[in-house]
């Protein structure tokens, strides 16, 4: 935990630099272009009937990337969508991996999940061409926190936060905090979703810090802690339209003003005010929660080789900025900003001047009782009337 806590101070050092910057390497589209056409000599053969499984997020796997990606190799992708990670480590459970190919699990849950339940496999880094094309700090970060006994298995896909996605035509506050959402006057008006980031930001909103290691380490604390949220959210649930368990779910919601204030992710929010200018993304007083998601590959895999060409295929600035752009997430390539439009490179960084980096508050790496703690409470807030 210590050691993940002292990443964070050159992530977010470098992310500074990195939106303010607005560029990359200059030899990334040299590096990308070589390993592309590599990836292209070796995907060509032998191209029939071969299939590639991802379970993603939405957004994270656009159109255009799978109609790319499926005419240079000919292999077919088939995607399977996840709301949260706890569905991620259910399927790969149920099936011992199989049926499932490349994932994309959140850095803080790979370790415990691995550790329990070895879902997934090793990544060999061998057959990964596009080392150079990671943005450094994030592949450091996610290189420390997705090793098991010696072995990695993950690398960096996008990274972001959430916070809050709110309607300013109605809610017209600077300085939001977490405990705006569910203000009385917002009645009727407001989403989020029944998950474990809304445990957190509640929790930051009453003051307090799930991810200090004081609470984070201590089971006892952090039960008490958690069960403390859980009655405040019990609480405020007669405020909520709806919780929203799909992204184009909440997309929906905001856009026909159903509701005007909500939990959510940076990407969605920017997303949306592509849509109306009066919707945006808020990082509260308190931080906004950061994460990184990355490419894994299932224990189960029967298309091994298939998922490294994903991977080699996708990680790159240009695809990297389509992704961005598309999506709205933030890649994890490097000189993915010199390929993003001009009007959403400047959203991103009015959402993020240097303080709200270095205010942002980092997913740590859960534990076990974290993990069986966080799923409890979830279905107690389910269940409440």
């Known amino acids: 935990m210590e050691k993940a806590r002292l990443l964070i101070i050159p992530l977010t050092a470098i992310l500074i630099m990195f939106l303010l910057a607005g560029c990359g390497n200059s030899n ?45 190799t000919g292999i077919k992708v088939n995607v399977t969508y996840i709301s949260d990670n706890n569905e991620i480590i259910a399927k790969l459970r149920a099936t011992g991996g199989e049926g499932y190919d490349l994932i994309q699990p959140s850095i803080d849950n790979i370790k415990s999940a691995q550790t329990q ?21 994030l592949l450091k970060a996610v290189q420390a926190e997705s090793t098991v006994d010696g072995k990695l298995y993950a690398l960096p896909y ?4 959430s916070g809050i996605v709110v309607n300013t035509k109605y809610v017209n506050k600077k300085d939001l905090s977490y405990q705006d959402i569910y203000d009385d006057q917002w009645a009727g008006k407001v989403t989020t979703r029944y998950a474990f980031p809304t445990f957190v930001g509640a929790a930051y909103g009453l003051g307090v810090d799930l991810f200090g290691d004081e609470i984070w380490n201590n089971p006892d604390k952090y039960n008490e802690a958690m069960d403390k949220t859980l009655d405040y959210l ?24 159903e509701t005007v204030i909500s939990q959510g992710w940076d990407g969605t929010g920017w997303l949306l005010n592509k849509q109306n200018p009066d919707i945006r993304f808020i990082a509260p007083k308190e931080g906004a929660l ?56 400047q959203m991103v960084k009015e959402s993020f001047p240097p303080e709200t980096i270095a205010n942002i508050k980092w997913y740590p790496s859960q534990n076990e009782w974290n993990v069986k703690k966080n799923s409890e409470v979830v279905e107690k807030l389910k269940a409440a009337k």
């Open 28 to 72: 990334t589209s040299k590096d990308s272009a070589q390993a592309k056409q590599e990836n292209q000599q070796e995907t060509k053969q032998n191209n029939e009937n071969r299939e590639l499984s991802i379970m993603t997020w939405e957004g994270y796997v656009t159109d255009s990337l799978i109609d790319a990606f499926e005419k240079e």
């Open 117 to 137: 339940f070895k879902i997934y496999q090793p990544i060999d880094i061998s057959k990964v061409k596009v080392m150079d094309n990671f943005e450094p700090s």
């Open 158 to 161: 996008v990274w972001g936060t």
């Open 234 to 257: 019990i609480k405020e649930k007669k405020n909520i339209k709806t919780y929203w368990t799909t992204r184009q779910g909440h997309i929906d919601l905001m856009q026909n003003e």
């Open 290 to 345: 950061g994460w990184i998601d990355t490419y894994a590959i299932s224990a189960g895999a029967k298309n091994i080789a298939e998922a490294y060409d994903w991977i080699n295929f996708t990680m790159n600035a240009q695809w990297g900025g389509q992704i961005s752009s598309e999506g709205g997430f933030l890649s994890a390539a490097k000189g993915f900003m010199d390929y993003l439009p001009k009007e959403q490179s």
